[in-house]
Protein backbone atom coordinates (compact mmCIF):
# COMPACT_ATOMS: atom_id res chain seq x y z
CA UNK A 1 0.00 0.00 0.00
CA UNK A 2 1.68 3.48 -1.18
CA UNK A 3 1.68 6.58 0.23
CA UNK A 4 -0.15 7.88 -2.97
CA UNK A 5 -2.66 5.08 -2.55
CA UNK A 6 -3.32 6.35 1.18
CA UNK A 7 -3.54 9.84 0.20
CA UNK A 8 -6.23 9.33 -2.28
CA UNK A 9 -8.59 6.82 0.40
CA UNK A 10 -7.78 9.83 3.21
CA UNK A 11 -8.96 12.38 0.62
CA UNK A 12 -11.90 10.09 -0.38
CA UNK A 13 -12.94 10.20 2.85
CA UNK A 14 -12.72 13.60 3.89
CA UNK A 15 -14.73 14.22 0.63
CA UNK A 16 -17.49 11.83 1.82
CA UNK A 17 -20.22 11.24 4.01
CA UNK A 18 -18.63 8.40 5.61
CA UNK A 19 -17.21 8.30 9.52
CA UNK A 20 -15.17 5.87 8.99
CA UNK A 21 -13.40 3.81 6.14
CA UNK A 22 -11.90 -0.11 6.55
CA UNK A 23 -10.16 -1.80 3.81
CA UNK A 24 -8.61 -4.99 4.54
CA UNK A 25 -5.88 -5.70 1.21
CA UNK A 26 -3.46 -8.08 0.70
CA UNK A 27 -3.02 -8.51 4.57
CA UNK A 28 -2.85 -5.05 5.15
CA UNK A 29 -5.77 -3.68 7.42
CA UNK A 30 -6.39 -0.05 7.43
CA UNK A 31 -8.68 1.81 9.20
CA UNK A 32 -9.73 5.23 8.92
CA UNK A 33 -12.21 7.27 10.67
CA UNK A 34 -13.11 10.94 10.96
CA UNK A 35 -13.54 13.22 14.32
CA UNK A 36 -17.38 13.40 15.19
CA UNK A 37 -18.95 16.72 15.60
CA UNK A 38 -19.33 17.46 19.49
CA UNK A 39 -22.97 17.88 20.64
CA UNK A 40 -23.34 21.76 22.31
CA UNK A 41 -25.88 21.82 24.32
CA UNK A 42 -27.88 24.74 23.85
CA UNK A 43 -26.34 28.30 25.32
CA UNK A 44 -29.82 29.58 27.30
CA UNK A 45 -31.49 28.04 29.76
CA UNK A 46 -35.20 26.24 28.83
CA UNK A 47 -37.42 28.50 30.74
CA UNK A 48 -36.06 31.48 28.44
CA UNK A 49 -39.59 32.48 28.21
CA UNK A 50 -39.53 34.64 24.98
CA UNK A 51 -37.96 31.62 22.99
CA UNK A 52 -40.49 29.29 24.49
CA UNK A 53 -43.48 31.23 23.35
CA UNK A 54 -41.71 32.14 19.96
CA UNK A 55 -41.44 28.48 19.25
CA UNK A 56 -44.67 28.08 20.88
CA UNK A 57 -46.08 30.59 17.96
CA UNK A 58 -43.96 29.04 15.30
CA UNK A 59 -45.80 25.48 15.77
CA UNK A 60 -49.54 25.62 15.69
CA UNK A 61 -50.72 22.26 16.72
CA UNK A 62 -52.05 21.64 13.12
CA UNK A 63 -52.37 24.14 10.79
CA UNK A 64 -54.59 27.02 11.33
CA UNK A 65 -55.37 28.15 7.41
CA UNK A 66 -54.81 26.36 4.73
CA UNK A 67 -52.86 29.00 2.99
CA UNK A 68 -49.85 28.59 5.01
CA UNK A 69 -48.22 26.34 3.03
CA UNK A 70 -48.00 29.02 0.16
CA UNK A 71 -45.52 30.61 3.10
CA UNK A 72 -43.17 32.28 0.17
CA UNK A 73 -40.19 30.59 -0.97
CA UNK A 74 -37.79 33.51 -1.08
CA UNK A 75 -34.47 33.25 -2.96
CA UNK A 76 -31.11 35.23 -2.47
CA UNK A 77 -32.34 39.16 -2.05
CA UNK A 78 -30.25 41.57 -3.64
CA UNK A 79 -28.19 44.01 -1.55
CA UNK A 80 -30.44 46.87 -2.32
CA UNK A 81 -33.02 45.27 -1.58
CA UNK A 82 -35.28 45.18 2.24
CA UNK A 83 -37.73 41.75 3.47
CA UNK A 84 -40.28 43.68 5.44
CA UNK A 85 -41.55 41.18 8.38
CA UNK A 86 -44.24 40.25 10.82
CA UNK A 87 -43.26 41.15 14.12
CA UNK A 88 -45.77 38.91 15.08
CA UNK A 89 -48.57 36.18 14.16
CA UNK A 90 -52.23 37.25 12.70
CA UNK A 91 -53.75 37.73 9.59
CA UNK A 92 -52.42 40.62 7.64
CA UNK A 93 -54.58 42.87 6.12
CA UNK A 94 -53.63 45.41 3.35
CA UNK A 95 -55.99 47.98 3.71
CA UNK A 96 -57.44 49.51 6.47
CA UNK A 97 -60.96 48.33 5.75
CA UNK A 98 -62.17 46.29 3.47
CA UNK A 99 -63.97 49.17 1.40
CA UNK A 100 -60.76 51.05 1.11
CA UNK A 101 -57.39 51.12 -1.08
CA UNK A 102 -54.62 48.48 0.10
CA UNK A 103 -51.99 50.83 1.68
CA UNK A 104 -49.37 49.84 -1.33
CA UNK A 105 -49.23 48.05 -4.42
CA UNK A 106 -46.82 46.69 -6.44
CA UNK A 107 -45.09 49.54 -7.85
CA UNK A 108 -45.62 52.20 -4.99
CA UNK A 109 -43.09 54.64 -3.73
CA UNK A 110 -42.64 54.52 -0.24
CA UNK A 111 -41.34 56.58 2.53
CA UNK A 112 -39.66 55.31 5.92
CA UNK A 113 -42.10 55.36 8.19
CA UNK A 114 -44.78 54.94 6.32
CA UNK A 115 -48.10 52.20 6.65
CA UNK A 116 -47.96 49.48 4.65
CA UNK A 117 -50.41 46.59 6.00
CA UNK A 118 -52.00 45.44 8.93
CA UNK A 119 -51.25 42.71 11.15
CA UNK A 120 -53.93 41.75 13.77
CA UNK A 121 -54.07 39.56 16.17
CA UNK A 122 -56.23 39.05 19.01
CA UNK A 123 -58.44 42.49 18.14
CA UNK A 124 -55.33 44.40 18.09
CA UNK A 125 -54.81 46.25 15.05
CA UNK A 126 -50.96 46.77 14.12
CA UNK A 127 -49.98 48.96 11.85
CA UNK A 128 -46.91 47.92 9.84
CA UNK A 129 -44.39 50.88 9.10
CA UNK A 130 -41.33 50.24 6.34
CA UNK A 131 -38.19 50.70 7.50
CA UNK A 132 -36.76 51.91 4.59
CA UNK A 133 -37.64 54.39 1.56
CA UNK A 134 -38.13 52.61 -1.59
CA UNK A 135 -40.32 51.10 -4.13
CA UNK A 136 -42.74 47.97 -3.62
CA UNK A 137 -41.50 45.12 -6.00
CA UNK A 138 -43.23 42.24 -4.31
CA UNK A 139 -46.17 41.45 -2.21
CA UNK A 140 -45.15 38.17 -0.59
CA UNK A 141 -48.84 37.91 0.77
CA UNK A 142 -52.19 37.78 0.10
CA UNK A 143 -55.10 39.59 2.26
CA UNK A 144 -56.45 38.47 4.86
CA UNK A 145 -54.17 35.58 4.95
CA UNK A 146 -52.65 34.27 8.63
CA UNK A 147 -48.92 34.79 8.87
CA UNK A 148 -46.15 33.93 11.31
CA UNK A 149 -43.57 35.58 13.64
CA UNK A 150 -40.87 36.69 11.27
CA UNK A 151 -42.81 35.66 7.49
CA UNK A 152 -41.55 37.99 4.76
CA UNK A 153 -44.27 40.22 4.03
CA UNK A 154 -42.78 42.28 1.33
CA UNK A 155 -39.86 42.93 -0.64
CA UNK A 156 -38.97 46.96 -1.07
CA UNK A 157 -36.01 48.08 -3.37
CA UNK A 158 -34.33 51.09 -1.58
CA UNK A 159 -34.29 53.80 -3.35
CA UNK B 1 -66.74 66.96 31.43
CA UNK B 2 -66.78 65.83 35.31
CA UNK B 3 -63.98 63.13 34.91
CA UNK B 4 -60.91 64.17 37.29
CA UNK B 5 -58.32 62.03 37.50
CA UNK B 6 -54.94 62.31 38.31
CA UNK B 7 -53.79 59.82 35.88
CA UNK B 8 -54.75 61.40 32.90
CA UNK B 9 -52.48 64.25 31.28
CA UNK B 10 -56.08 65.32 29.33
CA UNK B 11 -59.96 64.38 28.38
CA UNK B 12 -61.22 65.14 25.42
CA UNK B 13 -64.38 65.13 24.65
CA UNK B 14 -66.70 65.37 21.44
CA UNK B 15 -70.73 66.13 21.00
CA UNK B 16 -69.91 63.98 17.62
CA UNK B 17 -66.84 61.84 16.27
CA UNK B 18 -66.29 59.29 13.79
CA UNK B 19 -64.18 57.42 15.83
CA UNK B 20 -62.16 58.21 18.81
CA UNK B 21 -59.18 55.77 17.84
CA UNK B 22 -59.27 57.40 14.38
CA UNK B 23 -59.42 60.55 16.26
CA UNK B 24 -56.41 59.79 18.78
CA UNK B 25 -54.35 58.51 16.15
CA UNK B 26 -54.55 61.49 13.90
CA UNK B 27 -53.18 63.58 15.87
CA UNK B 28 -50.72 60.93 17.82
CA UNK B 29 -52.20 62.29 20.72
CA UNK B 30 -50.12 61.87 24.17
CA UNK B 31 -50.17 58.91 26.53
CA UNK B 32 -52.46 59.00 29.34
CA UNK B 33 -55.47 61.29 27.33
CA UNK B 34 -58.79 59.42 26.79
CA UNK B 35 -61.12 60.96 24.06
CA UNK B 36 -64.98 60.57 24.64
CA UNK B 37 -67.59 61.06 21.75
CA UNK B 38 -70.43 61.54 22.94
CA UNK B 39 -72.01 59.92 19.54
CA UNK B 40 -69.87 58.17 17.49
CA UNK B 41 -70.79 58.06 13.83
CA UNK B 42 -68.12 55.59 12.38
CA UNK B 43 -67.06 53.45 15.67
CA UNK B 44 -65.05 50.48 14.49
CA UNK B 45 -65.73 46.90 15.51
CA UNK B 46 -62.91 44.54 13.98
CA UNK B 47 -62.36 45.82 10.44
CA UNK B 48 -66.27 46.61 8.90
CA UNK B 49 -67.85 45.60 11.93
CA UNK B 50 -69.31 48.97 12.61
CA UNK B 51 -70.37 49.37 16.21
CA UNK B 52 -73.90 50.78 16.35
CA UNK B 53 -74.59 53.10 18.97
CA UNK B 54 -77.37 55.89 19.47
CA UNK B 55 -76.46 59.79 20.43
CA UNK B 56 -75.12 60.23 24.15
CA UNK B 57 -76.52 57.34 25.69
CA UNK B 58 -73.72 55.10 25.53
CA UNK B 59 -69.99 55.30 26.17
CA UNK B 60 -67.56 55.35 23.56
CA UNK B 61 -63.77 56.59 24.10
CA UNK B 62 -60.17 55.80 23.54
CA UNK B 63 -57.34 55.64 26.28
CA UNK B 64 -54.37 56.96 24.15
CA UNK B 65 -51.31 54.91 26.94
CA UNK B 66 -47.97 53.76 25.98
CA UNK B 67 -47.08 50.65 27.13
CA UNK B 68 -43.69 48.89 27.39
CA UNK B 69 -44.65 45.15 26.16
CA UNK B 70 -42.89 42.50 24.14
CA UNK B 71 -44.14 42.89 20.56
CA UNK B 72 -44.99 38.97 20.65
CA UNK B 73 -47.25 39.67 23.56
CA UNK B 74 -48.67 43.36 23.25
CA UNK B 75 -52.23 41.46 22.49
CA UNK B 76 -52.27 41.07 26.14
CA UNK B 77 -53.17 44.80 26.48
CA UNK B 78 -56.51 43.18 25.05
CA UNK B 79 -57.20 40.66 27.53
CA UNK B 80 -56.37 42.62 30.19
CA UNK B 81 -58.24 45.60 29.19
CA UNK B 82 -61.36 43.31 28.85
CA UNK B 83 -60.87 42.00 32.36
CA UNK B 84 -61.26 45.90 33.27
CA UNK B 85 -64.23 46.85 31.42
CA UNK B 86 -65.31 43.77 32.78
CA UNK B 87 -65.35 44.65 36.36
CA UNK B 88 -66.41 48.31 35.96
CA UNK B 89 -69.82 46.41 34.52
CA UNK B 90 -69.94 43.90 36.58
CA UNK B 91 -69.43 46.66 39.55
CA UNK B 92 -71.91 48.39 38.66
CA UNK B 93 -74.96 46.54 38.34
CA UNK B 94 -77.88 46.60 40.91
CA UNK B 95 -77.27 42.80 41.99
CA UNK B 96 -75.03 40.17 40.93
CA UNK B 97 -77.93 38.33 39.11
CA UNK B 98 -77.18 38.89 35.84
CA UNK B 99 -75.08 36.70 33.70
CA UNK B 100 -72.27 38.77 32.12
CA UNK B 101 -69.35 36.59 30.83
CA UNK B 102 -65.90 37.44 28.74
CA UNK B 103 -66.48 35.93 25.07
CA UNK B 104 -62.51 35.20 23.34
CA UNK B 105 -60.81 37.34 23.07
CA UNK B 106 -62.12 40.71 24.02
CA UNK B 107 -66.09 40.71 23.94
CA UNK B 108 -68.19 41.45 27.05
CA UNK B 109 -71.57 39.50 27.12
CA UNK B 110 -74.46 40.03 28.63
CA UNK B 111 -77.10 38.12 29.10
CA UNK B 112 -75.84 35.98 26.05
CA UNK B 113 -75.60 39.43 24.00
CA UNK B 114 -72.78 41.58 22.99
CA UNK B 115 -72.79 44.76 25.15
CA UNK B 116 -69.39 46.29 24.81
CA UNK B 117 -66.43 46.07 22.81
CA UNK B 118 -62.59 46.53 22.70
CA UNK B 119 -60.49 47.46 19.89
CA UNK B 120 -56.47 48.44 19.90
CA UNK B 121 -54.52 50.21 17.31
CA UNK B 122 -50.97 50.90 17.37
CA UNK B 123 -48.39 52.04 14.74
CA UNK B 124 -45.37 49.46 14.51
CA UNK B 125 -45.50 47.75 17.82
CA UNK B 126 -41.81 46.39 16.50
CA UNK B 127 -40.24 50.22 16.91
CA UNK B 128 -39.53 52.03 20.05
CA UNK B 129 -42.69 53.70 19.72
CA UNK B 130 -45.44 51.38 21.60
CA UNK B 131 -47.96 53.67 21.91
CA UNK B 132 -51.66 52.07 22.02
CA UNK B 133 -55.04 53.38 21.65
CA UNK B 134 -57.21 51.18 23.24
CA UNK B 135 -60.80 51.72 21.84
CA UNK B 136 -63.67 50.54 24.12
CA UNK B 137 -67.45 50.74 23.16
CA UNK B 138 -70.05 49.94 26.11
CA UNK B 139 -74.05 50.14 25.21
CA UNK B 140 -75.07 51.82 28.26
CA UNK B 141 -78.53 53.41 27.81
CA UNK B 142 -79.67 52.28 24.29
CA UNK B 143 -82.86 51.34 23.96
CA UNK B 144 -83.49 50.68 20.36
CA UNK B 145 -81.57 48.59 18.10
CA UNK B 146 -81.56 47.41 14.48
CA UNK B 147 -83.16 44.33 13.34
CA UNK B 148 -80.64 42.67 12.47
CA UNK B 149 -78.60 43.13 16.00
CA UNK B 150 -81.00 42.37 18.06
CA UNK B 151 -80.40 39.11 18.62
CA UNK B 152 -76.86 40.11 18.87
CA UNK B 153 -76.45 43.56 20.87
CA UNK B 154 -78.03 44.76 24.19
CA UNK B 155 -77.09 47.49 26.50
CA UNK B 156 -77.12 47.65 30.00
CA UNK B 157 -80.30 49.20 30.16
CA UNK B 158 -81.81 46.49 28.21
CA UNK B 159 -81.15 43.64 30.63
CA UNK B 160 -80.77 44.97 33.86
CA UNK B 161 -84.01 47.75 33.91
CA UNK B 162 -81.75 50.62 34.93
CA UNK B 163 -80.16 53.65 33.42
CA UNK B 164 -76.32 54.50 33.99
CA UNK B 165 -74.15 57.48 34.07
CA UNK B 166 -71.74 57.06 31.34
CA UNK B 167 -69.23 59.04 33.50
CA UNK B 168 -69.36 57.08 36.57
CA UNK B 169 -68.60 53.79 34.24
CA UNK B 170 -65.72 55.83 32.95
CA UNK B 171 -63.89 56.75 35.60
CA UNK B 172 -64.45 53.26 36.72
CA UNK B 173 -62.35 51.90 34.29
CA UNK B 174 -59.66 54.23 34.26
CA UNK B 175 -59.12 53.90 38.11
CA UNK B 176 -58.96 49.90 37.53
CA UNK B 177 -57.11 50.60 34.53
CA UNK B 178 -54.29 52.50 36.08
CA UNK B 179 -54.63 50.31 39.17
CA UNK B 180 -53.89 47.15 37.81
CA UNK B 181 -51.86 48.38 35.30
CA UNK B 182 -48.71 46.23 36.64
CA UNK B 183 -50.34 43.11 36.21
CA UNK B 184 -49.21 43.97 31.87
CA UNK B 185 -45.66 42.90 33.33
CA UNK B 186 -47.45 39.41 33.89
CA UNK B 187 -49.17 38.07 30.51
CA UNK B 188 -49.94 34.86 31.68
CA UNK B 189 -51.63 36.34 35.13
CA UNK B 190 -53.73 38.01 32.67
CA UNK B 191 -55.11 35.22 30.52
CA UNK B 192 -55.31 33.03 34.37
CA UNK B 193 -57.62 35.83 35.43
CA UNK B 194 -59.09 36.06 31.99
CA UNK B 195 -60.01 32.50 31.58
CA UNK B 196 -62.26 32.65 35.12
CA UNK B 197 -64.50 34.76 33.13
CA UNK B 198 -64.49 33.34 29.87
CA UNK B 199 -66.64 30.59 28.16
CA UNK B 200 -65.47 27.25 29.34
CA UNK B 201 -64.11 24.39 26.83
CA UNK B 202 -67.06 22.16 25.85
CA UNK B 203 -68.76 25.31 24.36
CA UNK B 204 -69.61 24.45 20.57
CA UNK B 205 -69.43 27.89 18.19
CA UNK B 206 -68.78 28.79 14.77
CA UNK B 207 -65.73 30.28 13.93
CA UNK B 208 -64.97 32.40 10.96
CA UNK B 209 -60.60 33.29 10.87
CA UNK B 210 -61.53 36.54 8.95
CA UNK B 211 -64.09 38.31 6.81
CA UNK B 212 -63.25 36.68 3.59
CA UNK B 213 -63.02 33.12 4.89
CA UNK B 214 -66.33 30.56 5.13
CA UNK B 215 -67.71 29.71 8.83
CA UNK B 216 -66.41 26.73 10.32
CA UNK B 217 -68.42 24.80 13.19
CA UNK B 218 -66.12 24.01 16.20
CA UNK B 219 -65.94 23.56 19.68
CA UNK B 220 -63.83 25.45 22.25
CA UNK B 221 -61.06 23.16 23.55
CA UNK B 222 -59.34 25.91 25.75
CA UNK B 223 -56.89 28.96 25.20
CA UNK B 224 -53.04 28.81 25.51
CA UNK B 225 -51.23 30.93 28.25
CA UNK B 226 -51.14 34.05 26.31
CA UNK B 227 -54.78 33.40 24.75
CA UNK B 228 -55.04 32.12 21.80
CA UNK B 229 -57.77 30.14 21.37
CA UNK B 230 -57.97 26.30 21.20
CA UNK B 231 -60.22 24.53 18.67
CA UNK B 232 -61.49 21.41 17.93
CA UNK B 233 -62.90 21.21 14.79
CA UNK B 234 -64.98 18.61 12.69
CA UNK B 235 -62.64 16.13 12.32
CA UNK B 236 -61.46 16.36 15.66
CA UNK B 237 -58.18 18.08 15.15
CA UNK B 238 -57.22 20.91 17.62
CA UNK B 239 -56.57 23.94 15.56
CA UNK B 240 -54.90 26.69 17.33
CA UNK B 241 -56.13 30.48 16.31
CA UNK B 242 -54.56 33.90 17.13
CA UNK B 243 -57.57 36.02 14.67
CA UNK B 244 -60.51 35.15 13.85
CA UNK B 245 -64.58 35.82 15.49
CA UNK B 246 -66.40 33.29 17.43
CA UNK B 247 -70.25 33.02 17.75
CA UNK B 248 -72.24 30.31 19.84
CA UNK B 249 -74.33 28.08 18.67
CA UNK B 250 -77.13 26.97 20.92
Given at each position: ?159 | ?66 IEI???K??I ?104 FELLRKP?EI ?60
Amino acid sequence: MDLNYLKKIIKMLDESNLAEIEIEEEGTKLKLSKPRPKIVSPAYPMQYSSHTFQESLQKPVVAADEKKESKPQVEAIPANVVEIKSPMVGTFYSAPSPDADSYVNVGSTIKEGSTICIIEAMKLMNEIESEVSGKVIKILVENAQAVEYDQPLFLIEKL
Amino acid sequence: MKIKDGNLKEVIYFEELDSTNLYSRNNDLVSDTVVIAGNQTKGRGRLNHNWFSSPNKNLTFTLVKEIEIEPLKAHIINFYTAIIVFSAIKNIMPDNNFKILLKWPNDIILNGKKVAGILTEAHDISSDRKKFFIGIGINVNQKDFPEELKEKATSLLNETDFFYEPDTILKNILDYFYQFFELLRKPEEIIQIWRQFTYPAGKSVSFRVCEEKEIKRAVIYGYDNLGAILLKNQTGDIEKHYSGEISFIY
